[in-house]
């Protein structure tokens, strides 16, 4: 296997319409979703062998989710169904194309509530890469299952790629999210932020202080900058690589789209860490600022995560990607 990717698999109910807040919107429209099974189809689209493992209810959700997943060619062998709890809902407004806002149902969701002994091994140990969310590390028995996860899939050889995905409203406080994540940043291979969650870890929103997380384990780190692009960090400097002008229409699951690219490209040598070079980074990051602006310019996440053949066309087709503004590489 190539990517598998564990967490939050739920119905994300967008909105109706946009430019209007969470209490504004007059309606919702249910969409699959959940950031890690973001990645697992957009890894698939891209032509990589992918998986999932989590758990939803035993419901009419539950189930369309798992075939969704099925359908757009992920292995659902790590599913689980829970005859007790819900599939978590996510109600999302856009007051403009490149802001969310988020609320969760759960109570709880059965996305939570995988437990250790529920988690696919065989899966975990042929695994090239495991792909986890801090989303998973808010409750319990999932944060367990999470960690064993990581335990397993470490001492098998596969590369760790943690996304901090910070949700707000699913911790009881900033201070507790910043717990459990700086916990988890010594285990990853590959971290990615985005701004906001930057300035949680080191009080600054500048893309060149992600290499002070450098220092607490990770090999690569990278900073997803929205319309302004990305920022990699590896040891011995960093680079920011230019976004590519497009008609933004939702930016939900960009970022999903994006760590999808880049771990393709990222495992495409026997051992990936051959790869941690600013040259093949720099060509690598701006594959991946192309599937997430190719992901952008259609509303929902699934639908509009691009094939690679629609990669490649963009490339070569799109115009001059932009500078970050006021960003230096170094």
Known sequence: MDIVCLGELLVDMFPAEQGRRLADVSAFLPKPGGAPANAAVAAARLGAQSA??????????????????????????????????????AFIAKPDPNTQEFVFYRNPGADTRLRTDELDRE???????????????????????????????????????????YRPTLWESPQRALEEVTAMIPQADLLKVNEVELELLTGSQDPAASRRLLEMGPALVVVTLGPHGSYFALAGGGEAVPAFQVKAVDATGCGDAFIAGLLCRLITADDWRTNLTPA???????????????????????????TSAQVEVFLRLAPPAHRVPGTANA
């Open 123 to 165: 899966l975990l140990q042929s695994t090239r890469v495991l792909h986890i969310g801090s989303v998973s590390l808010g409750a319990e028995p999932i944060r367990s299952a999470v960690w064993e996860a990581v335990t397993t899939a470490h001492q098998a050889g596969a590369l760790i790629s943690f996304d901090v995905n």
């Open 280 to 306: 093949f980074l720099r060509e690598t990051l701006r594959y991946a600022n192309a599937v997430g602006a190719l992901t952008a310019q259609t509303m929902g996440v699934i639908p509009a995560l691009p």
């Open 52 to 89: 999932f493992i989590g758990k939803v209810g035993d419901e009419a959700f539950g189930h369309h989710l798992a075939a969704v997943l099925q359908a757009n060619g992920v292995d659902t062998r790590g599913v689980r169904f829970d005859h007790d709890a819900r599939t978590t809902l």
